[in-house]
């Protein structure tokens, strides 16, 4: 290790100190100040059900993506599905005028709100689009799948 | 869509620059003009790259690192690359592959290994280092490359702190495979210990709080790639790979033992310093990107710290999958502070609020006074970059013309990567030309190369250069497709770019070629 500073030294020793107490603490409490951005609280999921008014794979609107729009006892909603290939990828179409049953939450976005999906449900297929941190879940794709994908899956050279 | 985070692996150029076909026609692009030709790229290269490659028939994340020995004359005459796929993780050495430069930096790579050829377009911005984008039929990522120090293939030179920046896919707390940044920092003892380990991780918006590494922190060399500076190592309790650049920098991918997590990302060396909060003092421009509740963000902007704590003259812009935040909001103030941990690690937080559109929180780790990881620590959001000290004005019309490298990372209907170069004038309206080569999958999801494609635009100065500029950039030929960014200028030789498009998330780099 290069030498290093007495300063630095005496820091290190400090820091030594500090981290026996991290490890023993587990971490170390920063002040963090309250975000102001949505959370995605799972205790705040809803349902909506209702049947599908309008399906776009590539939406122009923010949030990009496929949207779907659900007509519900209380009137339409607009849905933020995600990514279409991780819908094609699971094989999962949604098809106007059919029955679909979407678990999520609605938070705010741009100058308004969105409601972001987290498992939509038609007929008995089901897929889980979010995590239950509202996290995407496309972003790994087959990787999720853990060594599940076949090397042919792969196409193309490495 | 639309879905992918974005990862800016560009970044980790900018903590050192800051120093100092498929499916597209080919117009006639614009003569090259510059000093580079082949005999610019020689010599051994380290390289690192993430993207987007097709997986059991949808889009995966995948990252590459590796070495490749350029002769001067169109030949790569050996490397050694490590990829991390969705199938699992590979070491590939490579034969007979080539390379083409033109003179004004851009050019090709070709890199064959036993399963096939990988391509990829390159600009140089110096003889140093460069953007690579690759630009296969099925797969796209963008990275950066920096030229090895061989002589600096030894565990010992390993010797210094280093900050890191880590950003991927990793598992959280119910076991589902999320984005995932960490930045921290160490400090290696020259024999393969670690000590002093430190880190913050953030995983689709949930924080660790900073931890210190688990026990088995370590570094080695590979035996088995003498020539490569290969090694492997465990940092942050994550089994790494890593390819050294110099004793400056370092090179990280996940290893297999840790797949199917992938992280990519670079260690700088950290200024051997005991950081307060005088540390942090003066103006400093950001980049982070990475993805939101909503899907891909990505953020640019600037703030002045006052060595007291408190941060001034803060402006940004933030584009959530389309949806674009401008800071100060019209009739809006900005208030912000920001703290150096106790431990003089050069750890620390930021913080600013808007009265309009609310509070934006960041961890950072100064690698120096002047640099520094930056990592955005919101509800949901998973976005780093970094931040870098505004310096080497003044920032004008005549002192910001000339020819610069670039590099965008965007999503659109899917991952999409460009690189190129332009040349910016003293022009009054017109004063941004270039080419550059893109990868980009359209919306009926079929993914197309174009290859020296043509632009033109402008980049205006605000009233306040410093802060908030607007760069537009417009392909000539179809698809002609204007880019609209914010730009914020690190110094006359550095600008980072986010773009404020409604139709793409879109962050890049430009750096000033000689």
Redesign the interface.
Known sequence: MKPITLMRTSSVFLAAAFLLSAVAGGQQVRQKAQSTKPAYDLTRDTVLEGTVLKYTENSSLPPLGAHVTVQTSSGPVDVHLGDVRFLKFNKFTLTEGSSVKITGQSLSYGQGTMFFARIVQQGGQALTLRSVNGAPLWLAGARAQRRGVQKSQQAGAL | ?????LYLTLLAAALEGACGGGGGSTPAPPPPVGNFSNASLKGQYAFSMSGT??????????GRIGTFTADGNGNITGGVED?N????T?T?AFTNSSYSIQADGRGTLSLT?I????NYSITLSTISQGSIVQT????TAGGSFQKQDTSAFSIAII??GYVFDFSG?GF?A?N????QSIIGRF?????GGV??G?FDSNT?????????FPNGAFYQLDAAFPQSGRGTANIAGKNLTFYIVDGTRLKFLSSNLD??E?LVGDAIAQQ???FDISSLNGPFAFLIGG?S???PIATAGRFTADGAGNLTSIVLDEN????LTALPSPGGTVTGSY?V?????GGG?A?W?DSKS??F?FLFYLVSPTKAVFQE??????SDGSFLAQTSGPLTTSSIAGNYAFNWNG????EDDFVGQMAVTTAATINVTGAMDFNFLD?S?IRKQFFNYPLTGSLTLGTDPTGRNTLTATTTPSPRTTYKFSAYAVDPNTTFLVGVD????IAGLNTRQP
């Open positions: 869509m639309k879905g992918l985070i490659e097709p997986c059991g028939r949808t889009g995966s994340f995948f990829v796929v969705c199938t699992g590979s590939l290994n399963t096939g050829t990988t296969d039929s099925t797969v010797a210094n896919v959280d119910s589902n495979l999320v984005q400090d290696a003892d020259g024999g000590i002093n430190l689709a918006g949930v924080l660790s709080g900073q931890l210190a797949f199917p992938a051997n310093t005991s993805g509740v909503a899907g959530d999958n389309a949806n703290t941990d106790a431990n003089h690690f937080t913080t609020t609310g509070t929180s620590t919101d509800n949901n959001i998973t999503v659109s209907n899917g919306s999801g409604t139709s793409r998330v």
